[in-house]
């Protein structure tokens, strides 16, 4: 496993859209490996392959808590979505920045796992944000085109 270079906002690769998975092959359980290695020594809480500069539709999504669990959605497809949360977002490829963005509150979400078994994911509140955003990135879409108001800088206490 290896922790990949994330991919930044200019990068054209974050604007394109991905192509679906048809198989599981070494070379792709060796990439969702790596974005899970990546993800989580940025300390995100999802990450799609378009930020790794591979264009397959492929996420790894863990917002941490108990009731949650590490996420591998290959082809993934929003099926339901209700509700409406509105909450700071930011992106591992649009470092040191957050804004508002209202999302639905509650997501199923269709896809294949790891081990292309078909999978039914549903997701409220940072889940539902999370597997919101991450899609997005599937399609080429960056949150700061849904922010609400400035997109503003993320203060760390070191820069105090
Ligand atoms: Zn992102």
Redesign the pocket.
């Given at each position: 496993m290896a922790v990949r270079q994330i991919r930044e906002m200019g990068d054209d690769v974050l604007t394109k859209e991905c192509r679906p998975v048809k198989e599981m092959t070494p070379h792709i359980a060796e990439l969702i490996d790596d974005m899970f290695e990546t993800m989580y020594d940025a300390n995100g809480v999802g990450l799609?392959a378009p930020?790794v500069g591979v264009l397959k539709r492929i996420v790894v999504i863990d917002v941490g808590g108990e009731e949650s669990e590490p996420l591998c959605l290959i082809n993934p497809v929003i099926t339901e979505k209700d509700g409406e949360q509105t909450g700071y977002e930011g992106?591992?490829?649009v470092p040191g920045k957050t804004g508002t963005v209202t999302r639905p509150m509650h997501v199923v979400c269709r896809a294949l796992n790891r081990d292309m078994k078909e999978i039914e994911v549903e997701g409220t509140e940072l889940l539902a944000r999370a597997i919101c955003?991450?899609l997005d990135?599937l399609d080429g879409k960056l949150?700061v085109e849904l922010v609400e108001g400035e997109l503003l800088d993320t203060s760390s206490d070191d820069e105090e």
């Open positions: 799609a930020q992106c591992l490829s955003h991450e990135h949150y």
